[in-house]
């Protein structure tokens, strides 16, 4: 076991032929990290989640890895081991909260977990019954989160997890984040440096569609960051 749980060599994304997003985008995920991802907008962040979560057709990559044996995105155990919140997600409309977690632990073959621990953290009681399309764009996104840590899954993808968040939640979800190396590995993007530098043990710069700098342990600080966004913007 190499002590990875992801690793990707040669990545490449496209909306249309010759005109790549992502391009020549290599990476290792280690068992029991939180890595955030971090860039401008159009630096091809949420098009690389959508593709490791399978939604993405116009990609290739030289090799895919999940814990030590080749895999496909879309290949079942990829699927069990994997769960993504999405910045915006207007999928299950007409479940509700509850309807939606017993399809969801169903789905993930795990048995129907106890949330109220989360539902308290996110302050979400009063909407567990209500439709997912009647819910506001943040109590939307809390529904979500809820199942995201509810179910554990070993590779945790988070599309700019704080949007829509209220303070206290916000705080809240940092908490989980932080804490989930006992479960499994976080990947989350964001464009708020706060949640990257609480939460992370490594950081990736994306530019273009490539990673450009990669801090670790003492280098994730607001002022690395920022110059390194900054030299982007210059660029």
Same mark, same amino acid.
């Given at each position: 076991?190499?002590?990875?749980?992801?690793?990707?060599?040669?990545?490449?994304?496209?909306?249309?032929?010759?005109?790549?997003?992502?391009?020549?985008?290599?990476?290792?995920?280690?068992?029991?990290?939180?890595?955030?991802?971090?860039?401008?907008?159009?630096?091809?962040?949420?098009?690389?989640?959508?593709?490791?979560?399978?939604?993405?057709?116009?990609?290739? %990559?030289?090799?895919?890895?999940?814990?030590?044996?080749?895999?496909?995105?879309?290949?079942?155990?990829?699927?069990? %081991?994997?769960?993504?919140?999405?910045?915006?997600?207007?999928?299950?409309?007409?479940?509700?909260?509850?309807?939606?977690?017993? $399809?969801?632990?169903?789905?993930?073959?795990?048995?129907?977990?106890?949330?109220?621990?989360?539902?308290?953290?996110?302050?979400?009681?009063? $909407?567990?019954?209500? @439709?997912?399309?009647? @819910?506001?764009?943040?109590?939307?996104?809390?529904?979500?989160?809820?199942?995201?840590?509810?179910?554990?899954?070993?590779?945790?993808?988070?599309?700019?997890?704080?949007?829509?968040? +209220?303070?206290?939640?916000?705080? $809240? @979800?940092?908490?989980?984040?932080?804490?989930?190396?006992?479960?499994?590995?976080?990947?989350?993007?964001?464009?708020?440096?706060?949640?990257?530098?609480?939460?992370?043990?490594?950081?990736?710069?994306?530019?273009?569609?490539?990673?450009?700098?990669?801090?670790?342990?003492?280098?994730?600080?607001?002022?690395?960051?920022?110059?390194?966004?900054? +030299?982007?913007?210059?660029?």
């Amino acid at each position: 076991m190499s002590g990875n749980i992801l690793e990707l060599q040669n990545l490449s994304a496209w909306y249309s032929a010759g005109k790549n997003v992502l391009s020549g985008f290599s990476l290792q995920l280690r068992q029991h990290e939180v890595v955030g991802l971090i860039g401008l907008n159009g630096a091809g962040k949420t098009t690389f989640l959508k593709t490791l979560s399978g939604l993405h057709e116009g990609f290739h %990559c030289d090799s895919i890895r999940l814990n030590g044996r080749p895999a496909a995105f879309r290949d079942k155990d990829f699927k069990l %081991c994997r769960y993504t919140v999405f910045a915006e997600d207007n999928s299950f409309q007409y479940f509700t909260f509850q309807e939606y977690l017993s $399809y969801a632990a169903a789905a993930y073959k795990k048995t129907l977990p106890d949330v109220s621990r989360l539902v308290r953290g996110f302050h979400f009681e009063d $909407y567990t019954s209500t @439709l997912l399309k009647d @819910l506001s764009t943040g109590s939307k996104k809390k529904a979500f989160l809820i199942t995201a840590f509810a179910l554990r899954p070993e590779l945790l993808l988070l599309d700019e997890p704080v949007n829509g968040l +209220d303070f206290q939640s916000t705080e $809240y @979800l940092y908490q989980l984040i932080a804490g989930y190396k006992e479960h499994g590995t976080v990947l989350f993007s964001s464009h708020i440096l706060e949640s990257i530098t609480l939460t992370s043990d490594r950081v990736l710069v994306l530019e273009n569609g490539q990673i450009r700098q990669r801090f670790e342990g003492s280098q994730i600080n607001a002022t690395n960051i920022r110059e390194a966004l900054h +030299d982007e913007h210059e660029l």
